[in-house]
């Protein structure tokens, strides 16, 4: 097993923080098959809400994959209470937002589905269902009046213990 963290930066504009709607977020993503290497060609939803059982039926999975090169049969789970937030602090550097425990496969893209959560710096304003699909969001904020966005979103993968 081998734990993989998602890690993200970005630039915000009045955002004081962003964040999934966990656990019902599916991260998209592609895997590579650690057994032959074969890296998926197709979007994986994975959310934490999603279980799959395993055949001993006591344990259950967030992901399963056969590898279609060598039928090789792969999992992967979000780590319980892995899911962080991105704050303005966190601008300039990247930060863990969820960590993956990794069975035969990893990560190895990423790409932002809708359904981020976006808290208004000075306000309680918050906006629900944020798309970052495009890397990006803006929005006119009335209650501070000042555009509000997410910007120059970047993502990486690390191996974690």
């Known amino acids: 097993m081998v734990k993989i963290a998602l890690q993200i930066q970005a630039t915000l504009e009045y955002i004081e923080e962003f964040y999934t709607c966990h656990p019902n977020y599916n ?4 895997i590579k098959c650690l057994n032959c290497g074969e890296v998926s060609e197709k979007w994986h939803d994975v ?10 039926k006591h344990l ?4 399963v994959a056969k590898c279609k090169l060598c039928g090789r049969e792969n999992s992967l789970d979000i780590v319980k209470d892995s899911n962080g937030k991105f704050t303005s602090d966190d601008q ?3 930060k863990t937002i969820v960590t993956f ?13 809708p359904g981020w959560i976006a808290k208004v710096e000075g306000s309680n304003y918050i906006y629900r269902d944020v798309d970052l699909s495009e890397k990006e969001w803006v929005e006119y904020n ?4 000042e555009s509000v966005g997410i910007y120059d979103f970047q993502h990486q993968f690390i191996k974690v213990k």
């Open 27 to 30: 991260f998209s993503l592609k």
């Open 47 to 56: 959310a934490e809400s999603d279980s799959i059982p395993t055949p001993n």
């Open 60 to 63: 259950h999975n967030h992901f």
């Open 92 to 94: 300039g550097k990247f």
């Open 101 to 113: 425990d990794c069975r035969g496969i990893e990560p190895v893209d990423f790409t932002p589905a």
């Open 142 to 145: 009335e209650d501070i009046k």
